[in-house]
Nanobody, 124 residues
Framework: QAQFLESGGDLVQAGGSLRLSCVASVRITGNYAMAWFRQAPGSDREFVAG?????????YADSAKGRFTHSRDSTNVNTMYIQMNNLWTEDTAVYYC????????????????WGPGTGVAVTS
């Protein structure tokens, strides 16, 4: 089973930027559709961004479009990133990465394995 480790979370002011990293225990590129989710306190886990298994298509939640960018490491096939710009206080959450051997799903129950997450706190 694939395992994931997220990092890069921090405390940042609104309007700031962060880049989160996800390192998988298996090769990502070409083998898995990868996704980022987040969970704010008292809320359900929600889809943020994802990329198809072949890397050709990237998906974003409406709240992330134009501000967040998913990417894969060009040299390390186990690593992916999400660049988050112009952060809002509403982006405060624990961010998780996960993978699927099938298509990107926006329902977190479709994913079996999760990392421990990395916390992002955005202050006004």
């Amino acid at each position: 089973q694939a395992q994931f480790l997220e990092s890069g979370g921090d405390l940042v002011q609104a309007g700031g930027s962060l880049r989160l990293s996800c390192v998988a225990s298996v090769r990502i590129t070409g083998n898995y559709a990868m996704a980022w989710f987040r969970q704010a306190p008292g809320s359900d886990r929600e889809f943020v961004a994802g990329v198809s298994r072949d890397g050709s298509t990237t998906f974003y939640a409406d709240s992330a479009k134009g501000r967040f960018t998913h990417s894969r490491d060009s040299t390390n096939v186990n690593t992916m990133y999400i660049q988050m710009n112009n952060l809002w206080t509403e982006d405060t959450a624990v961010y998780y990465c996960t993978a699927s051997q099938y298509d990107i799903e926006r329902d977190p129950s479709e994913y079996a394995n999760w990392g421990p997450g990395t916390g992002v706190a955005v202050t006004s």
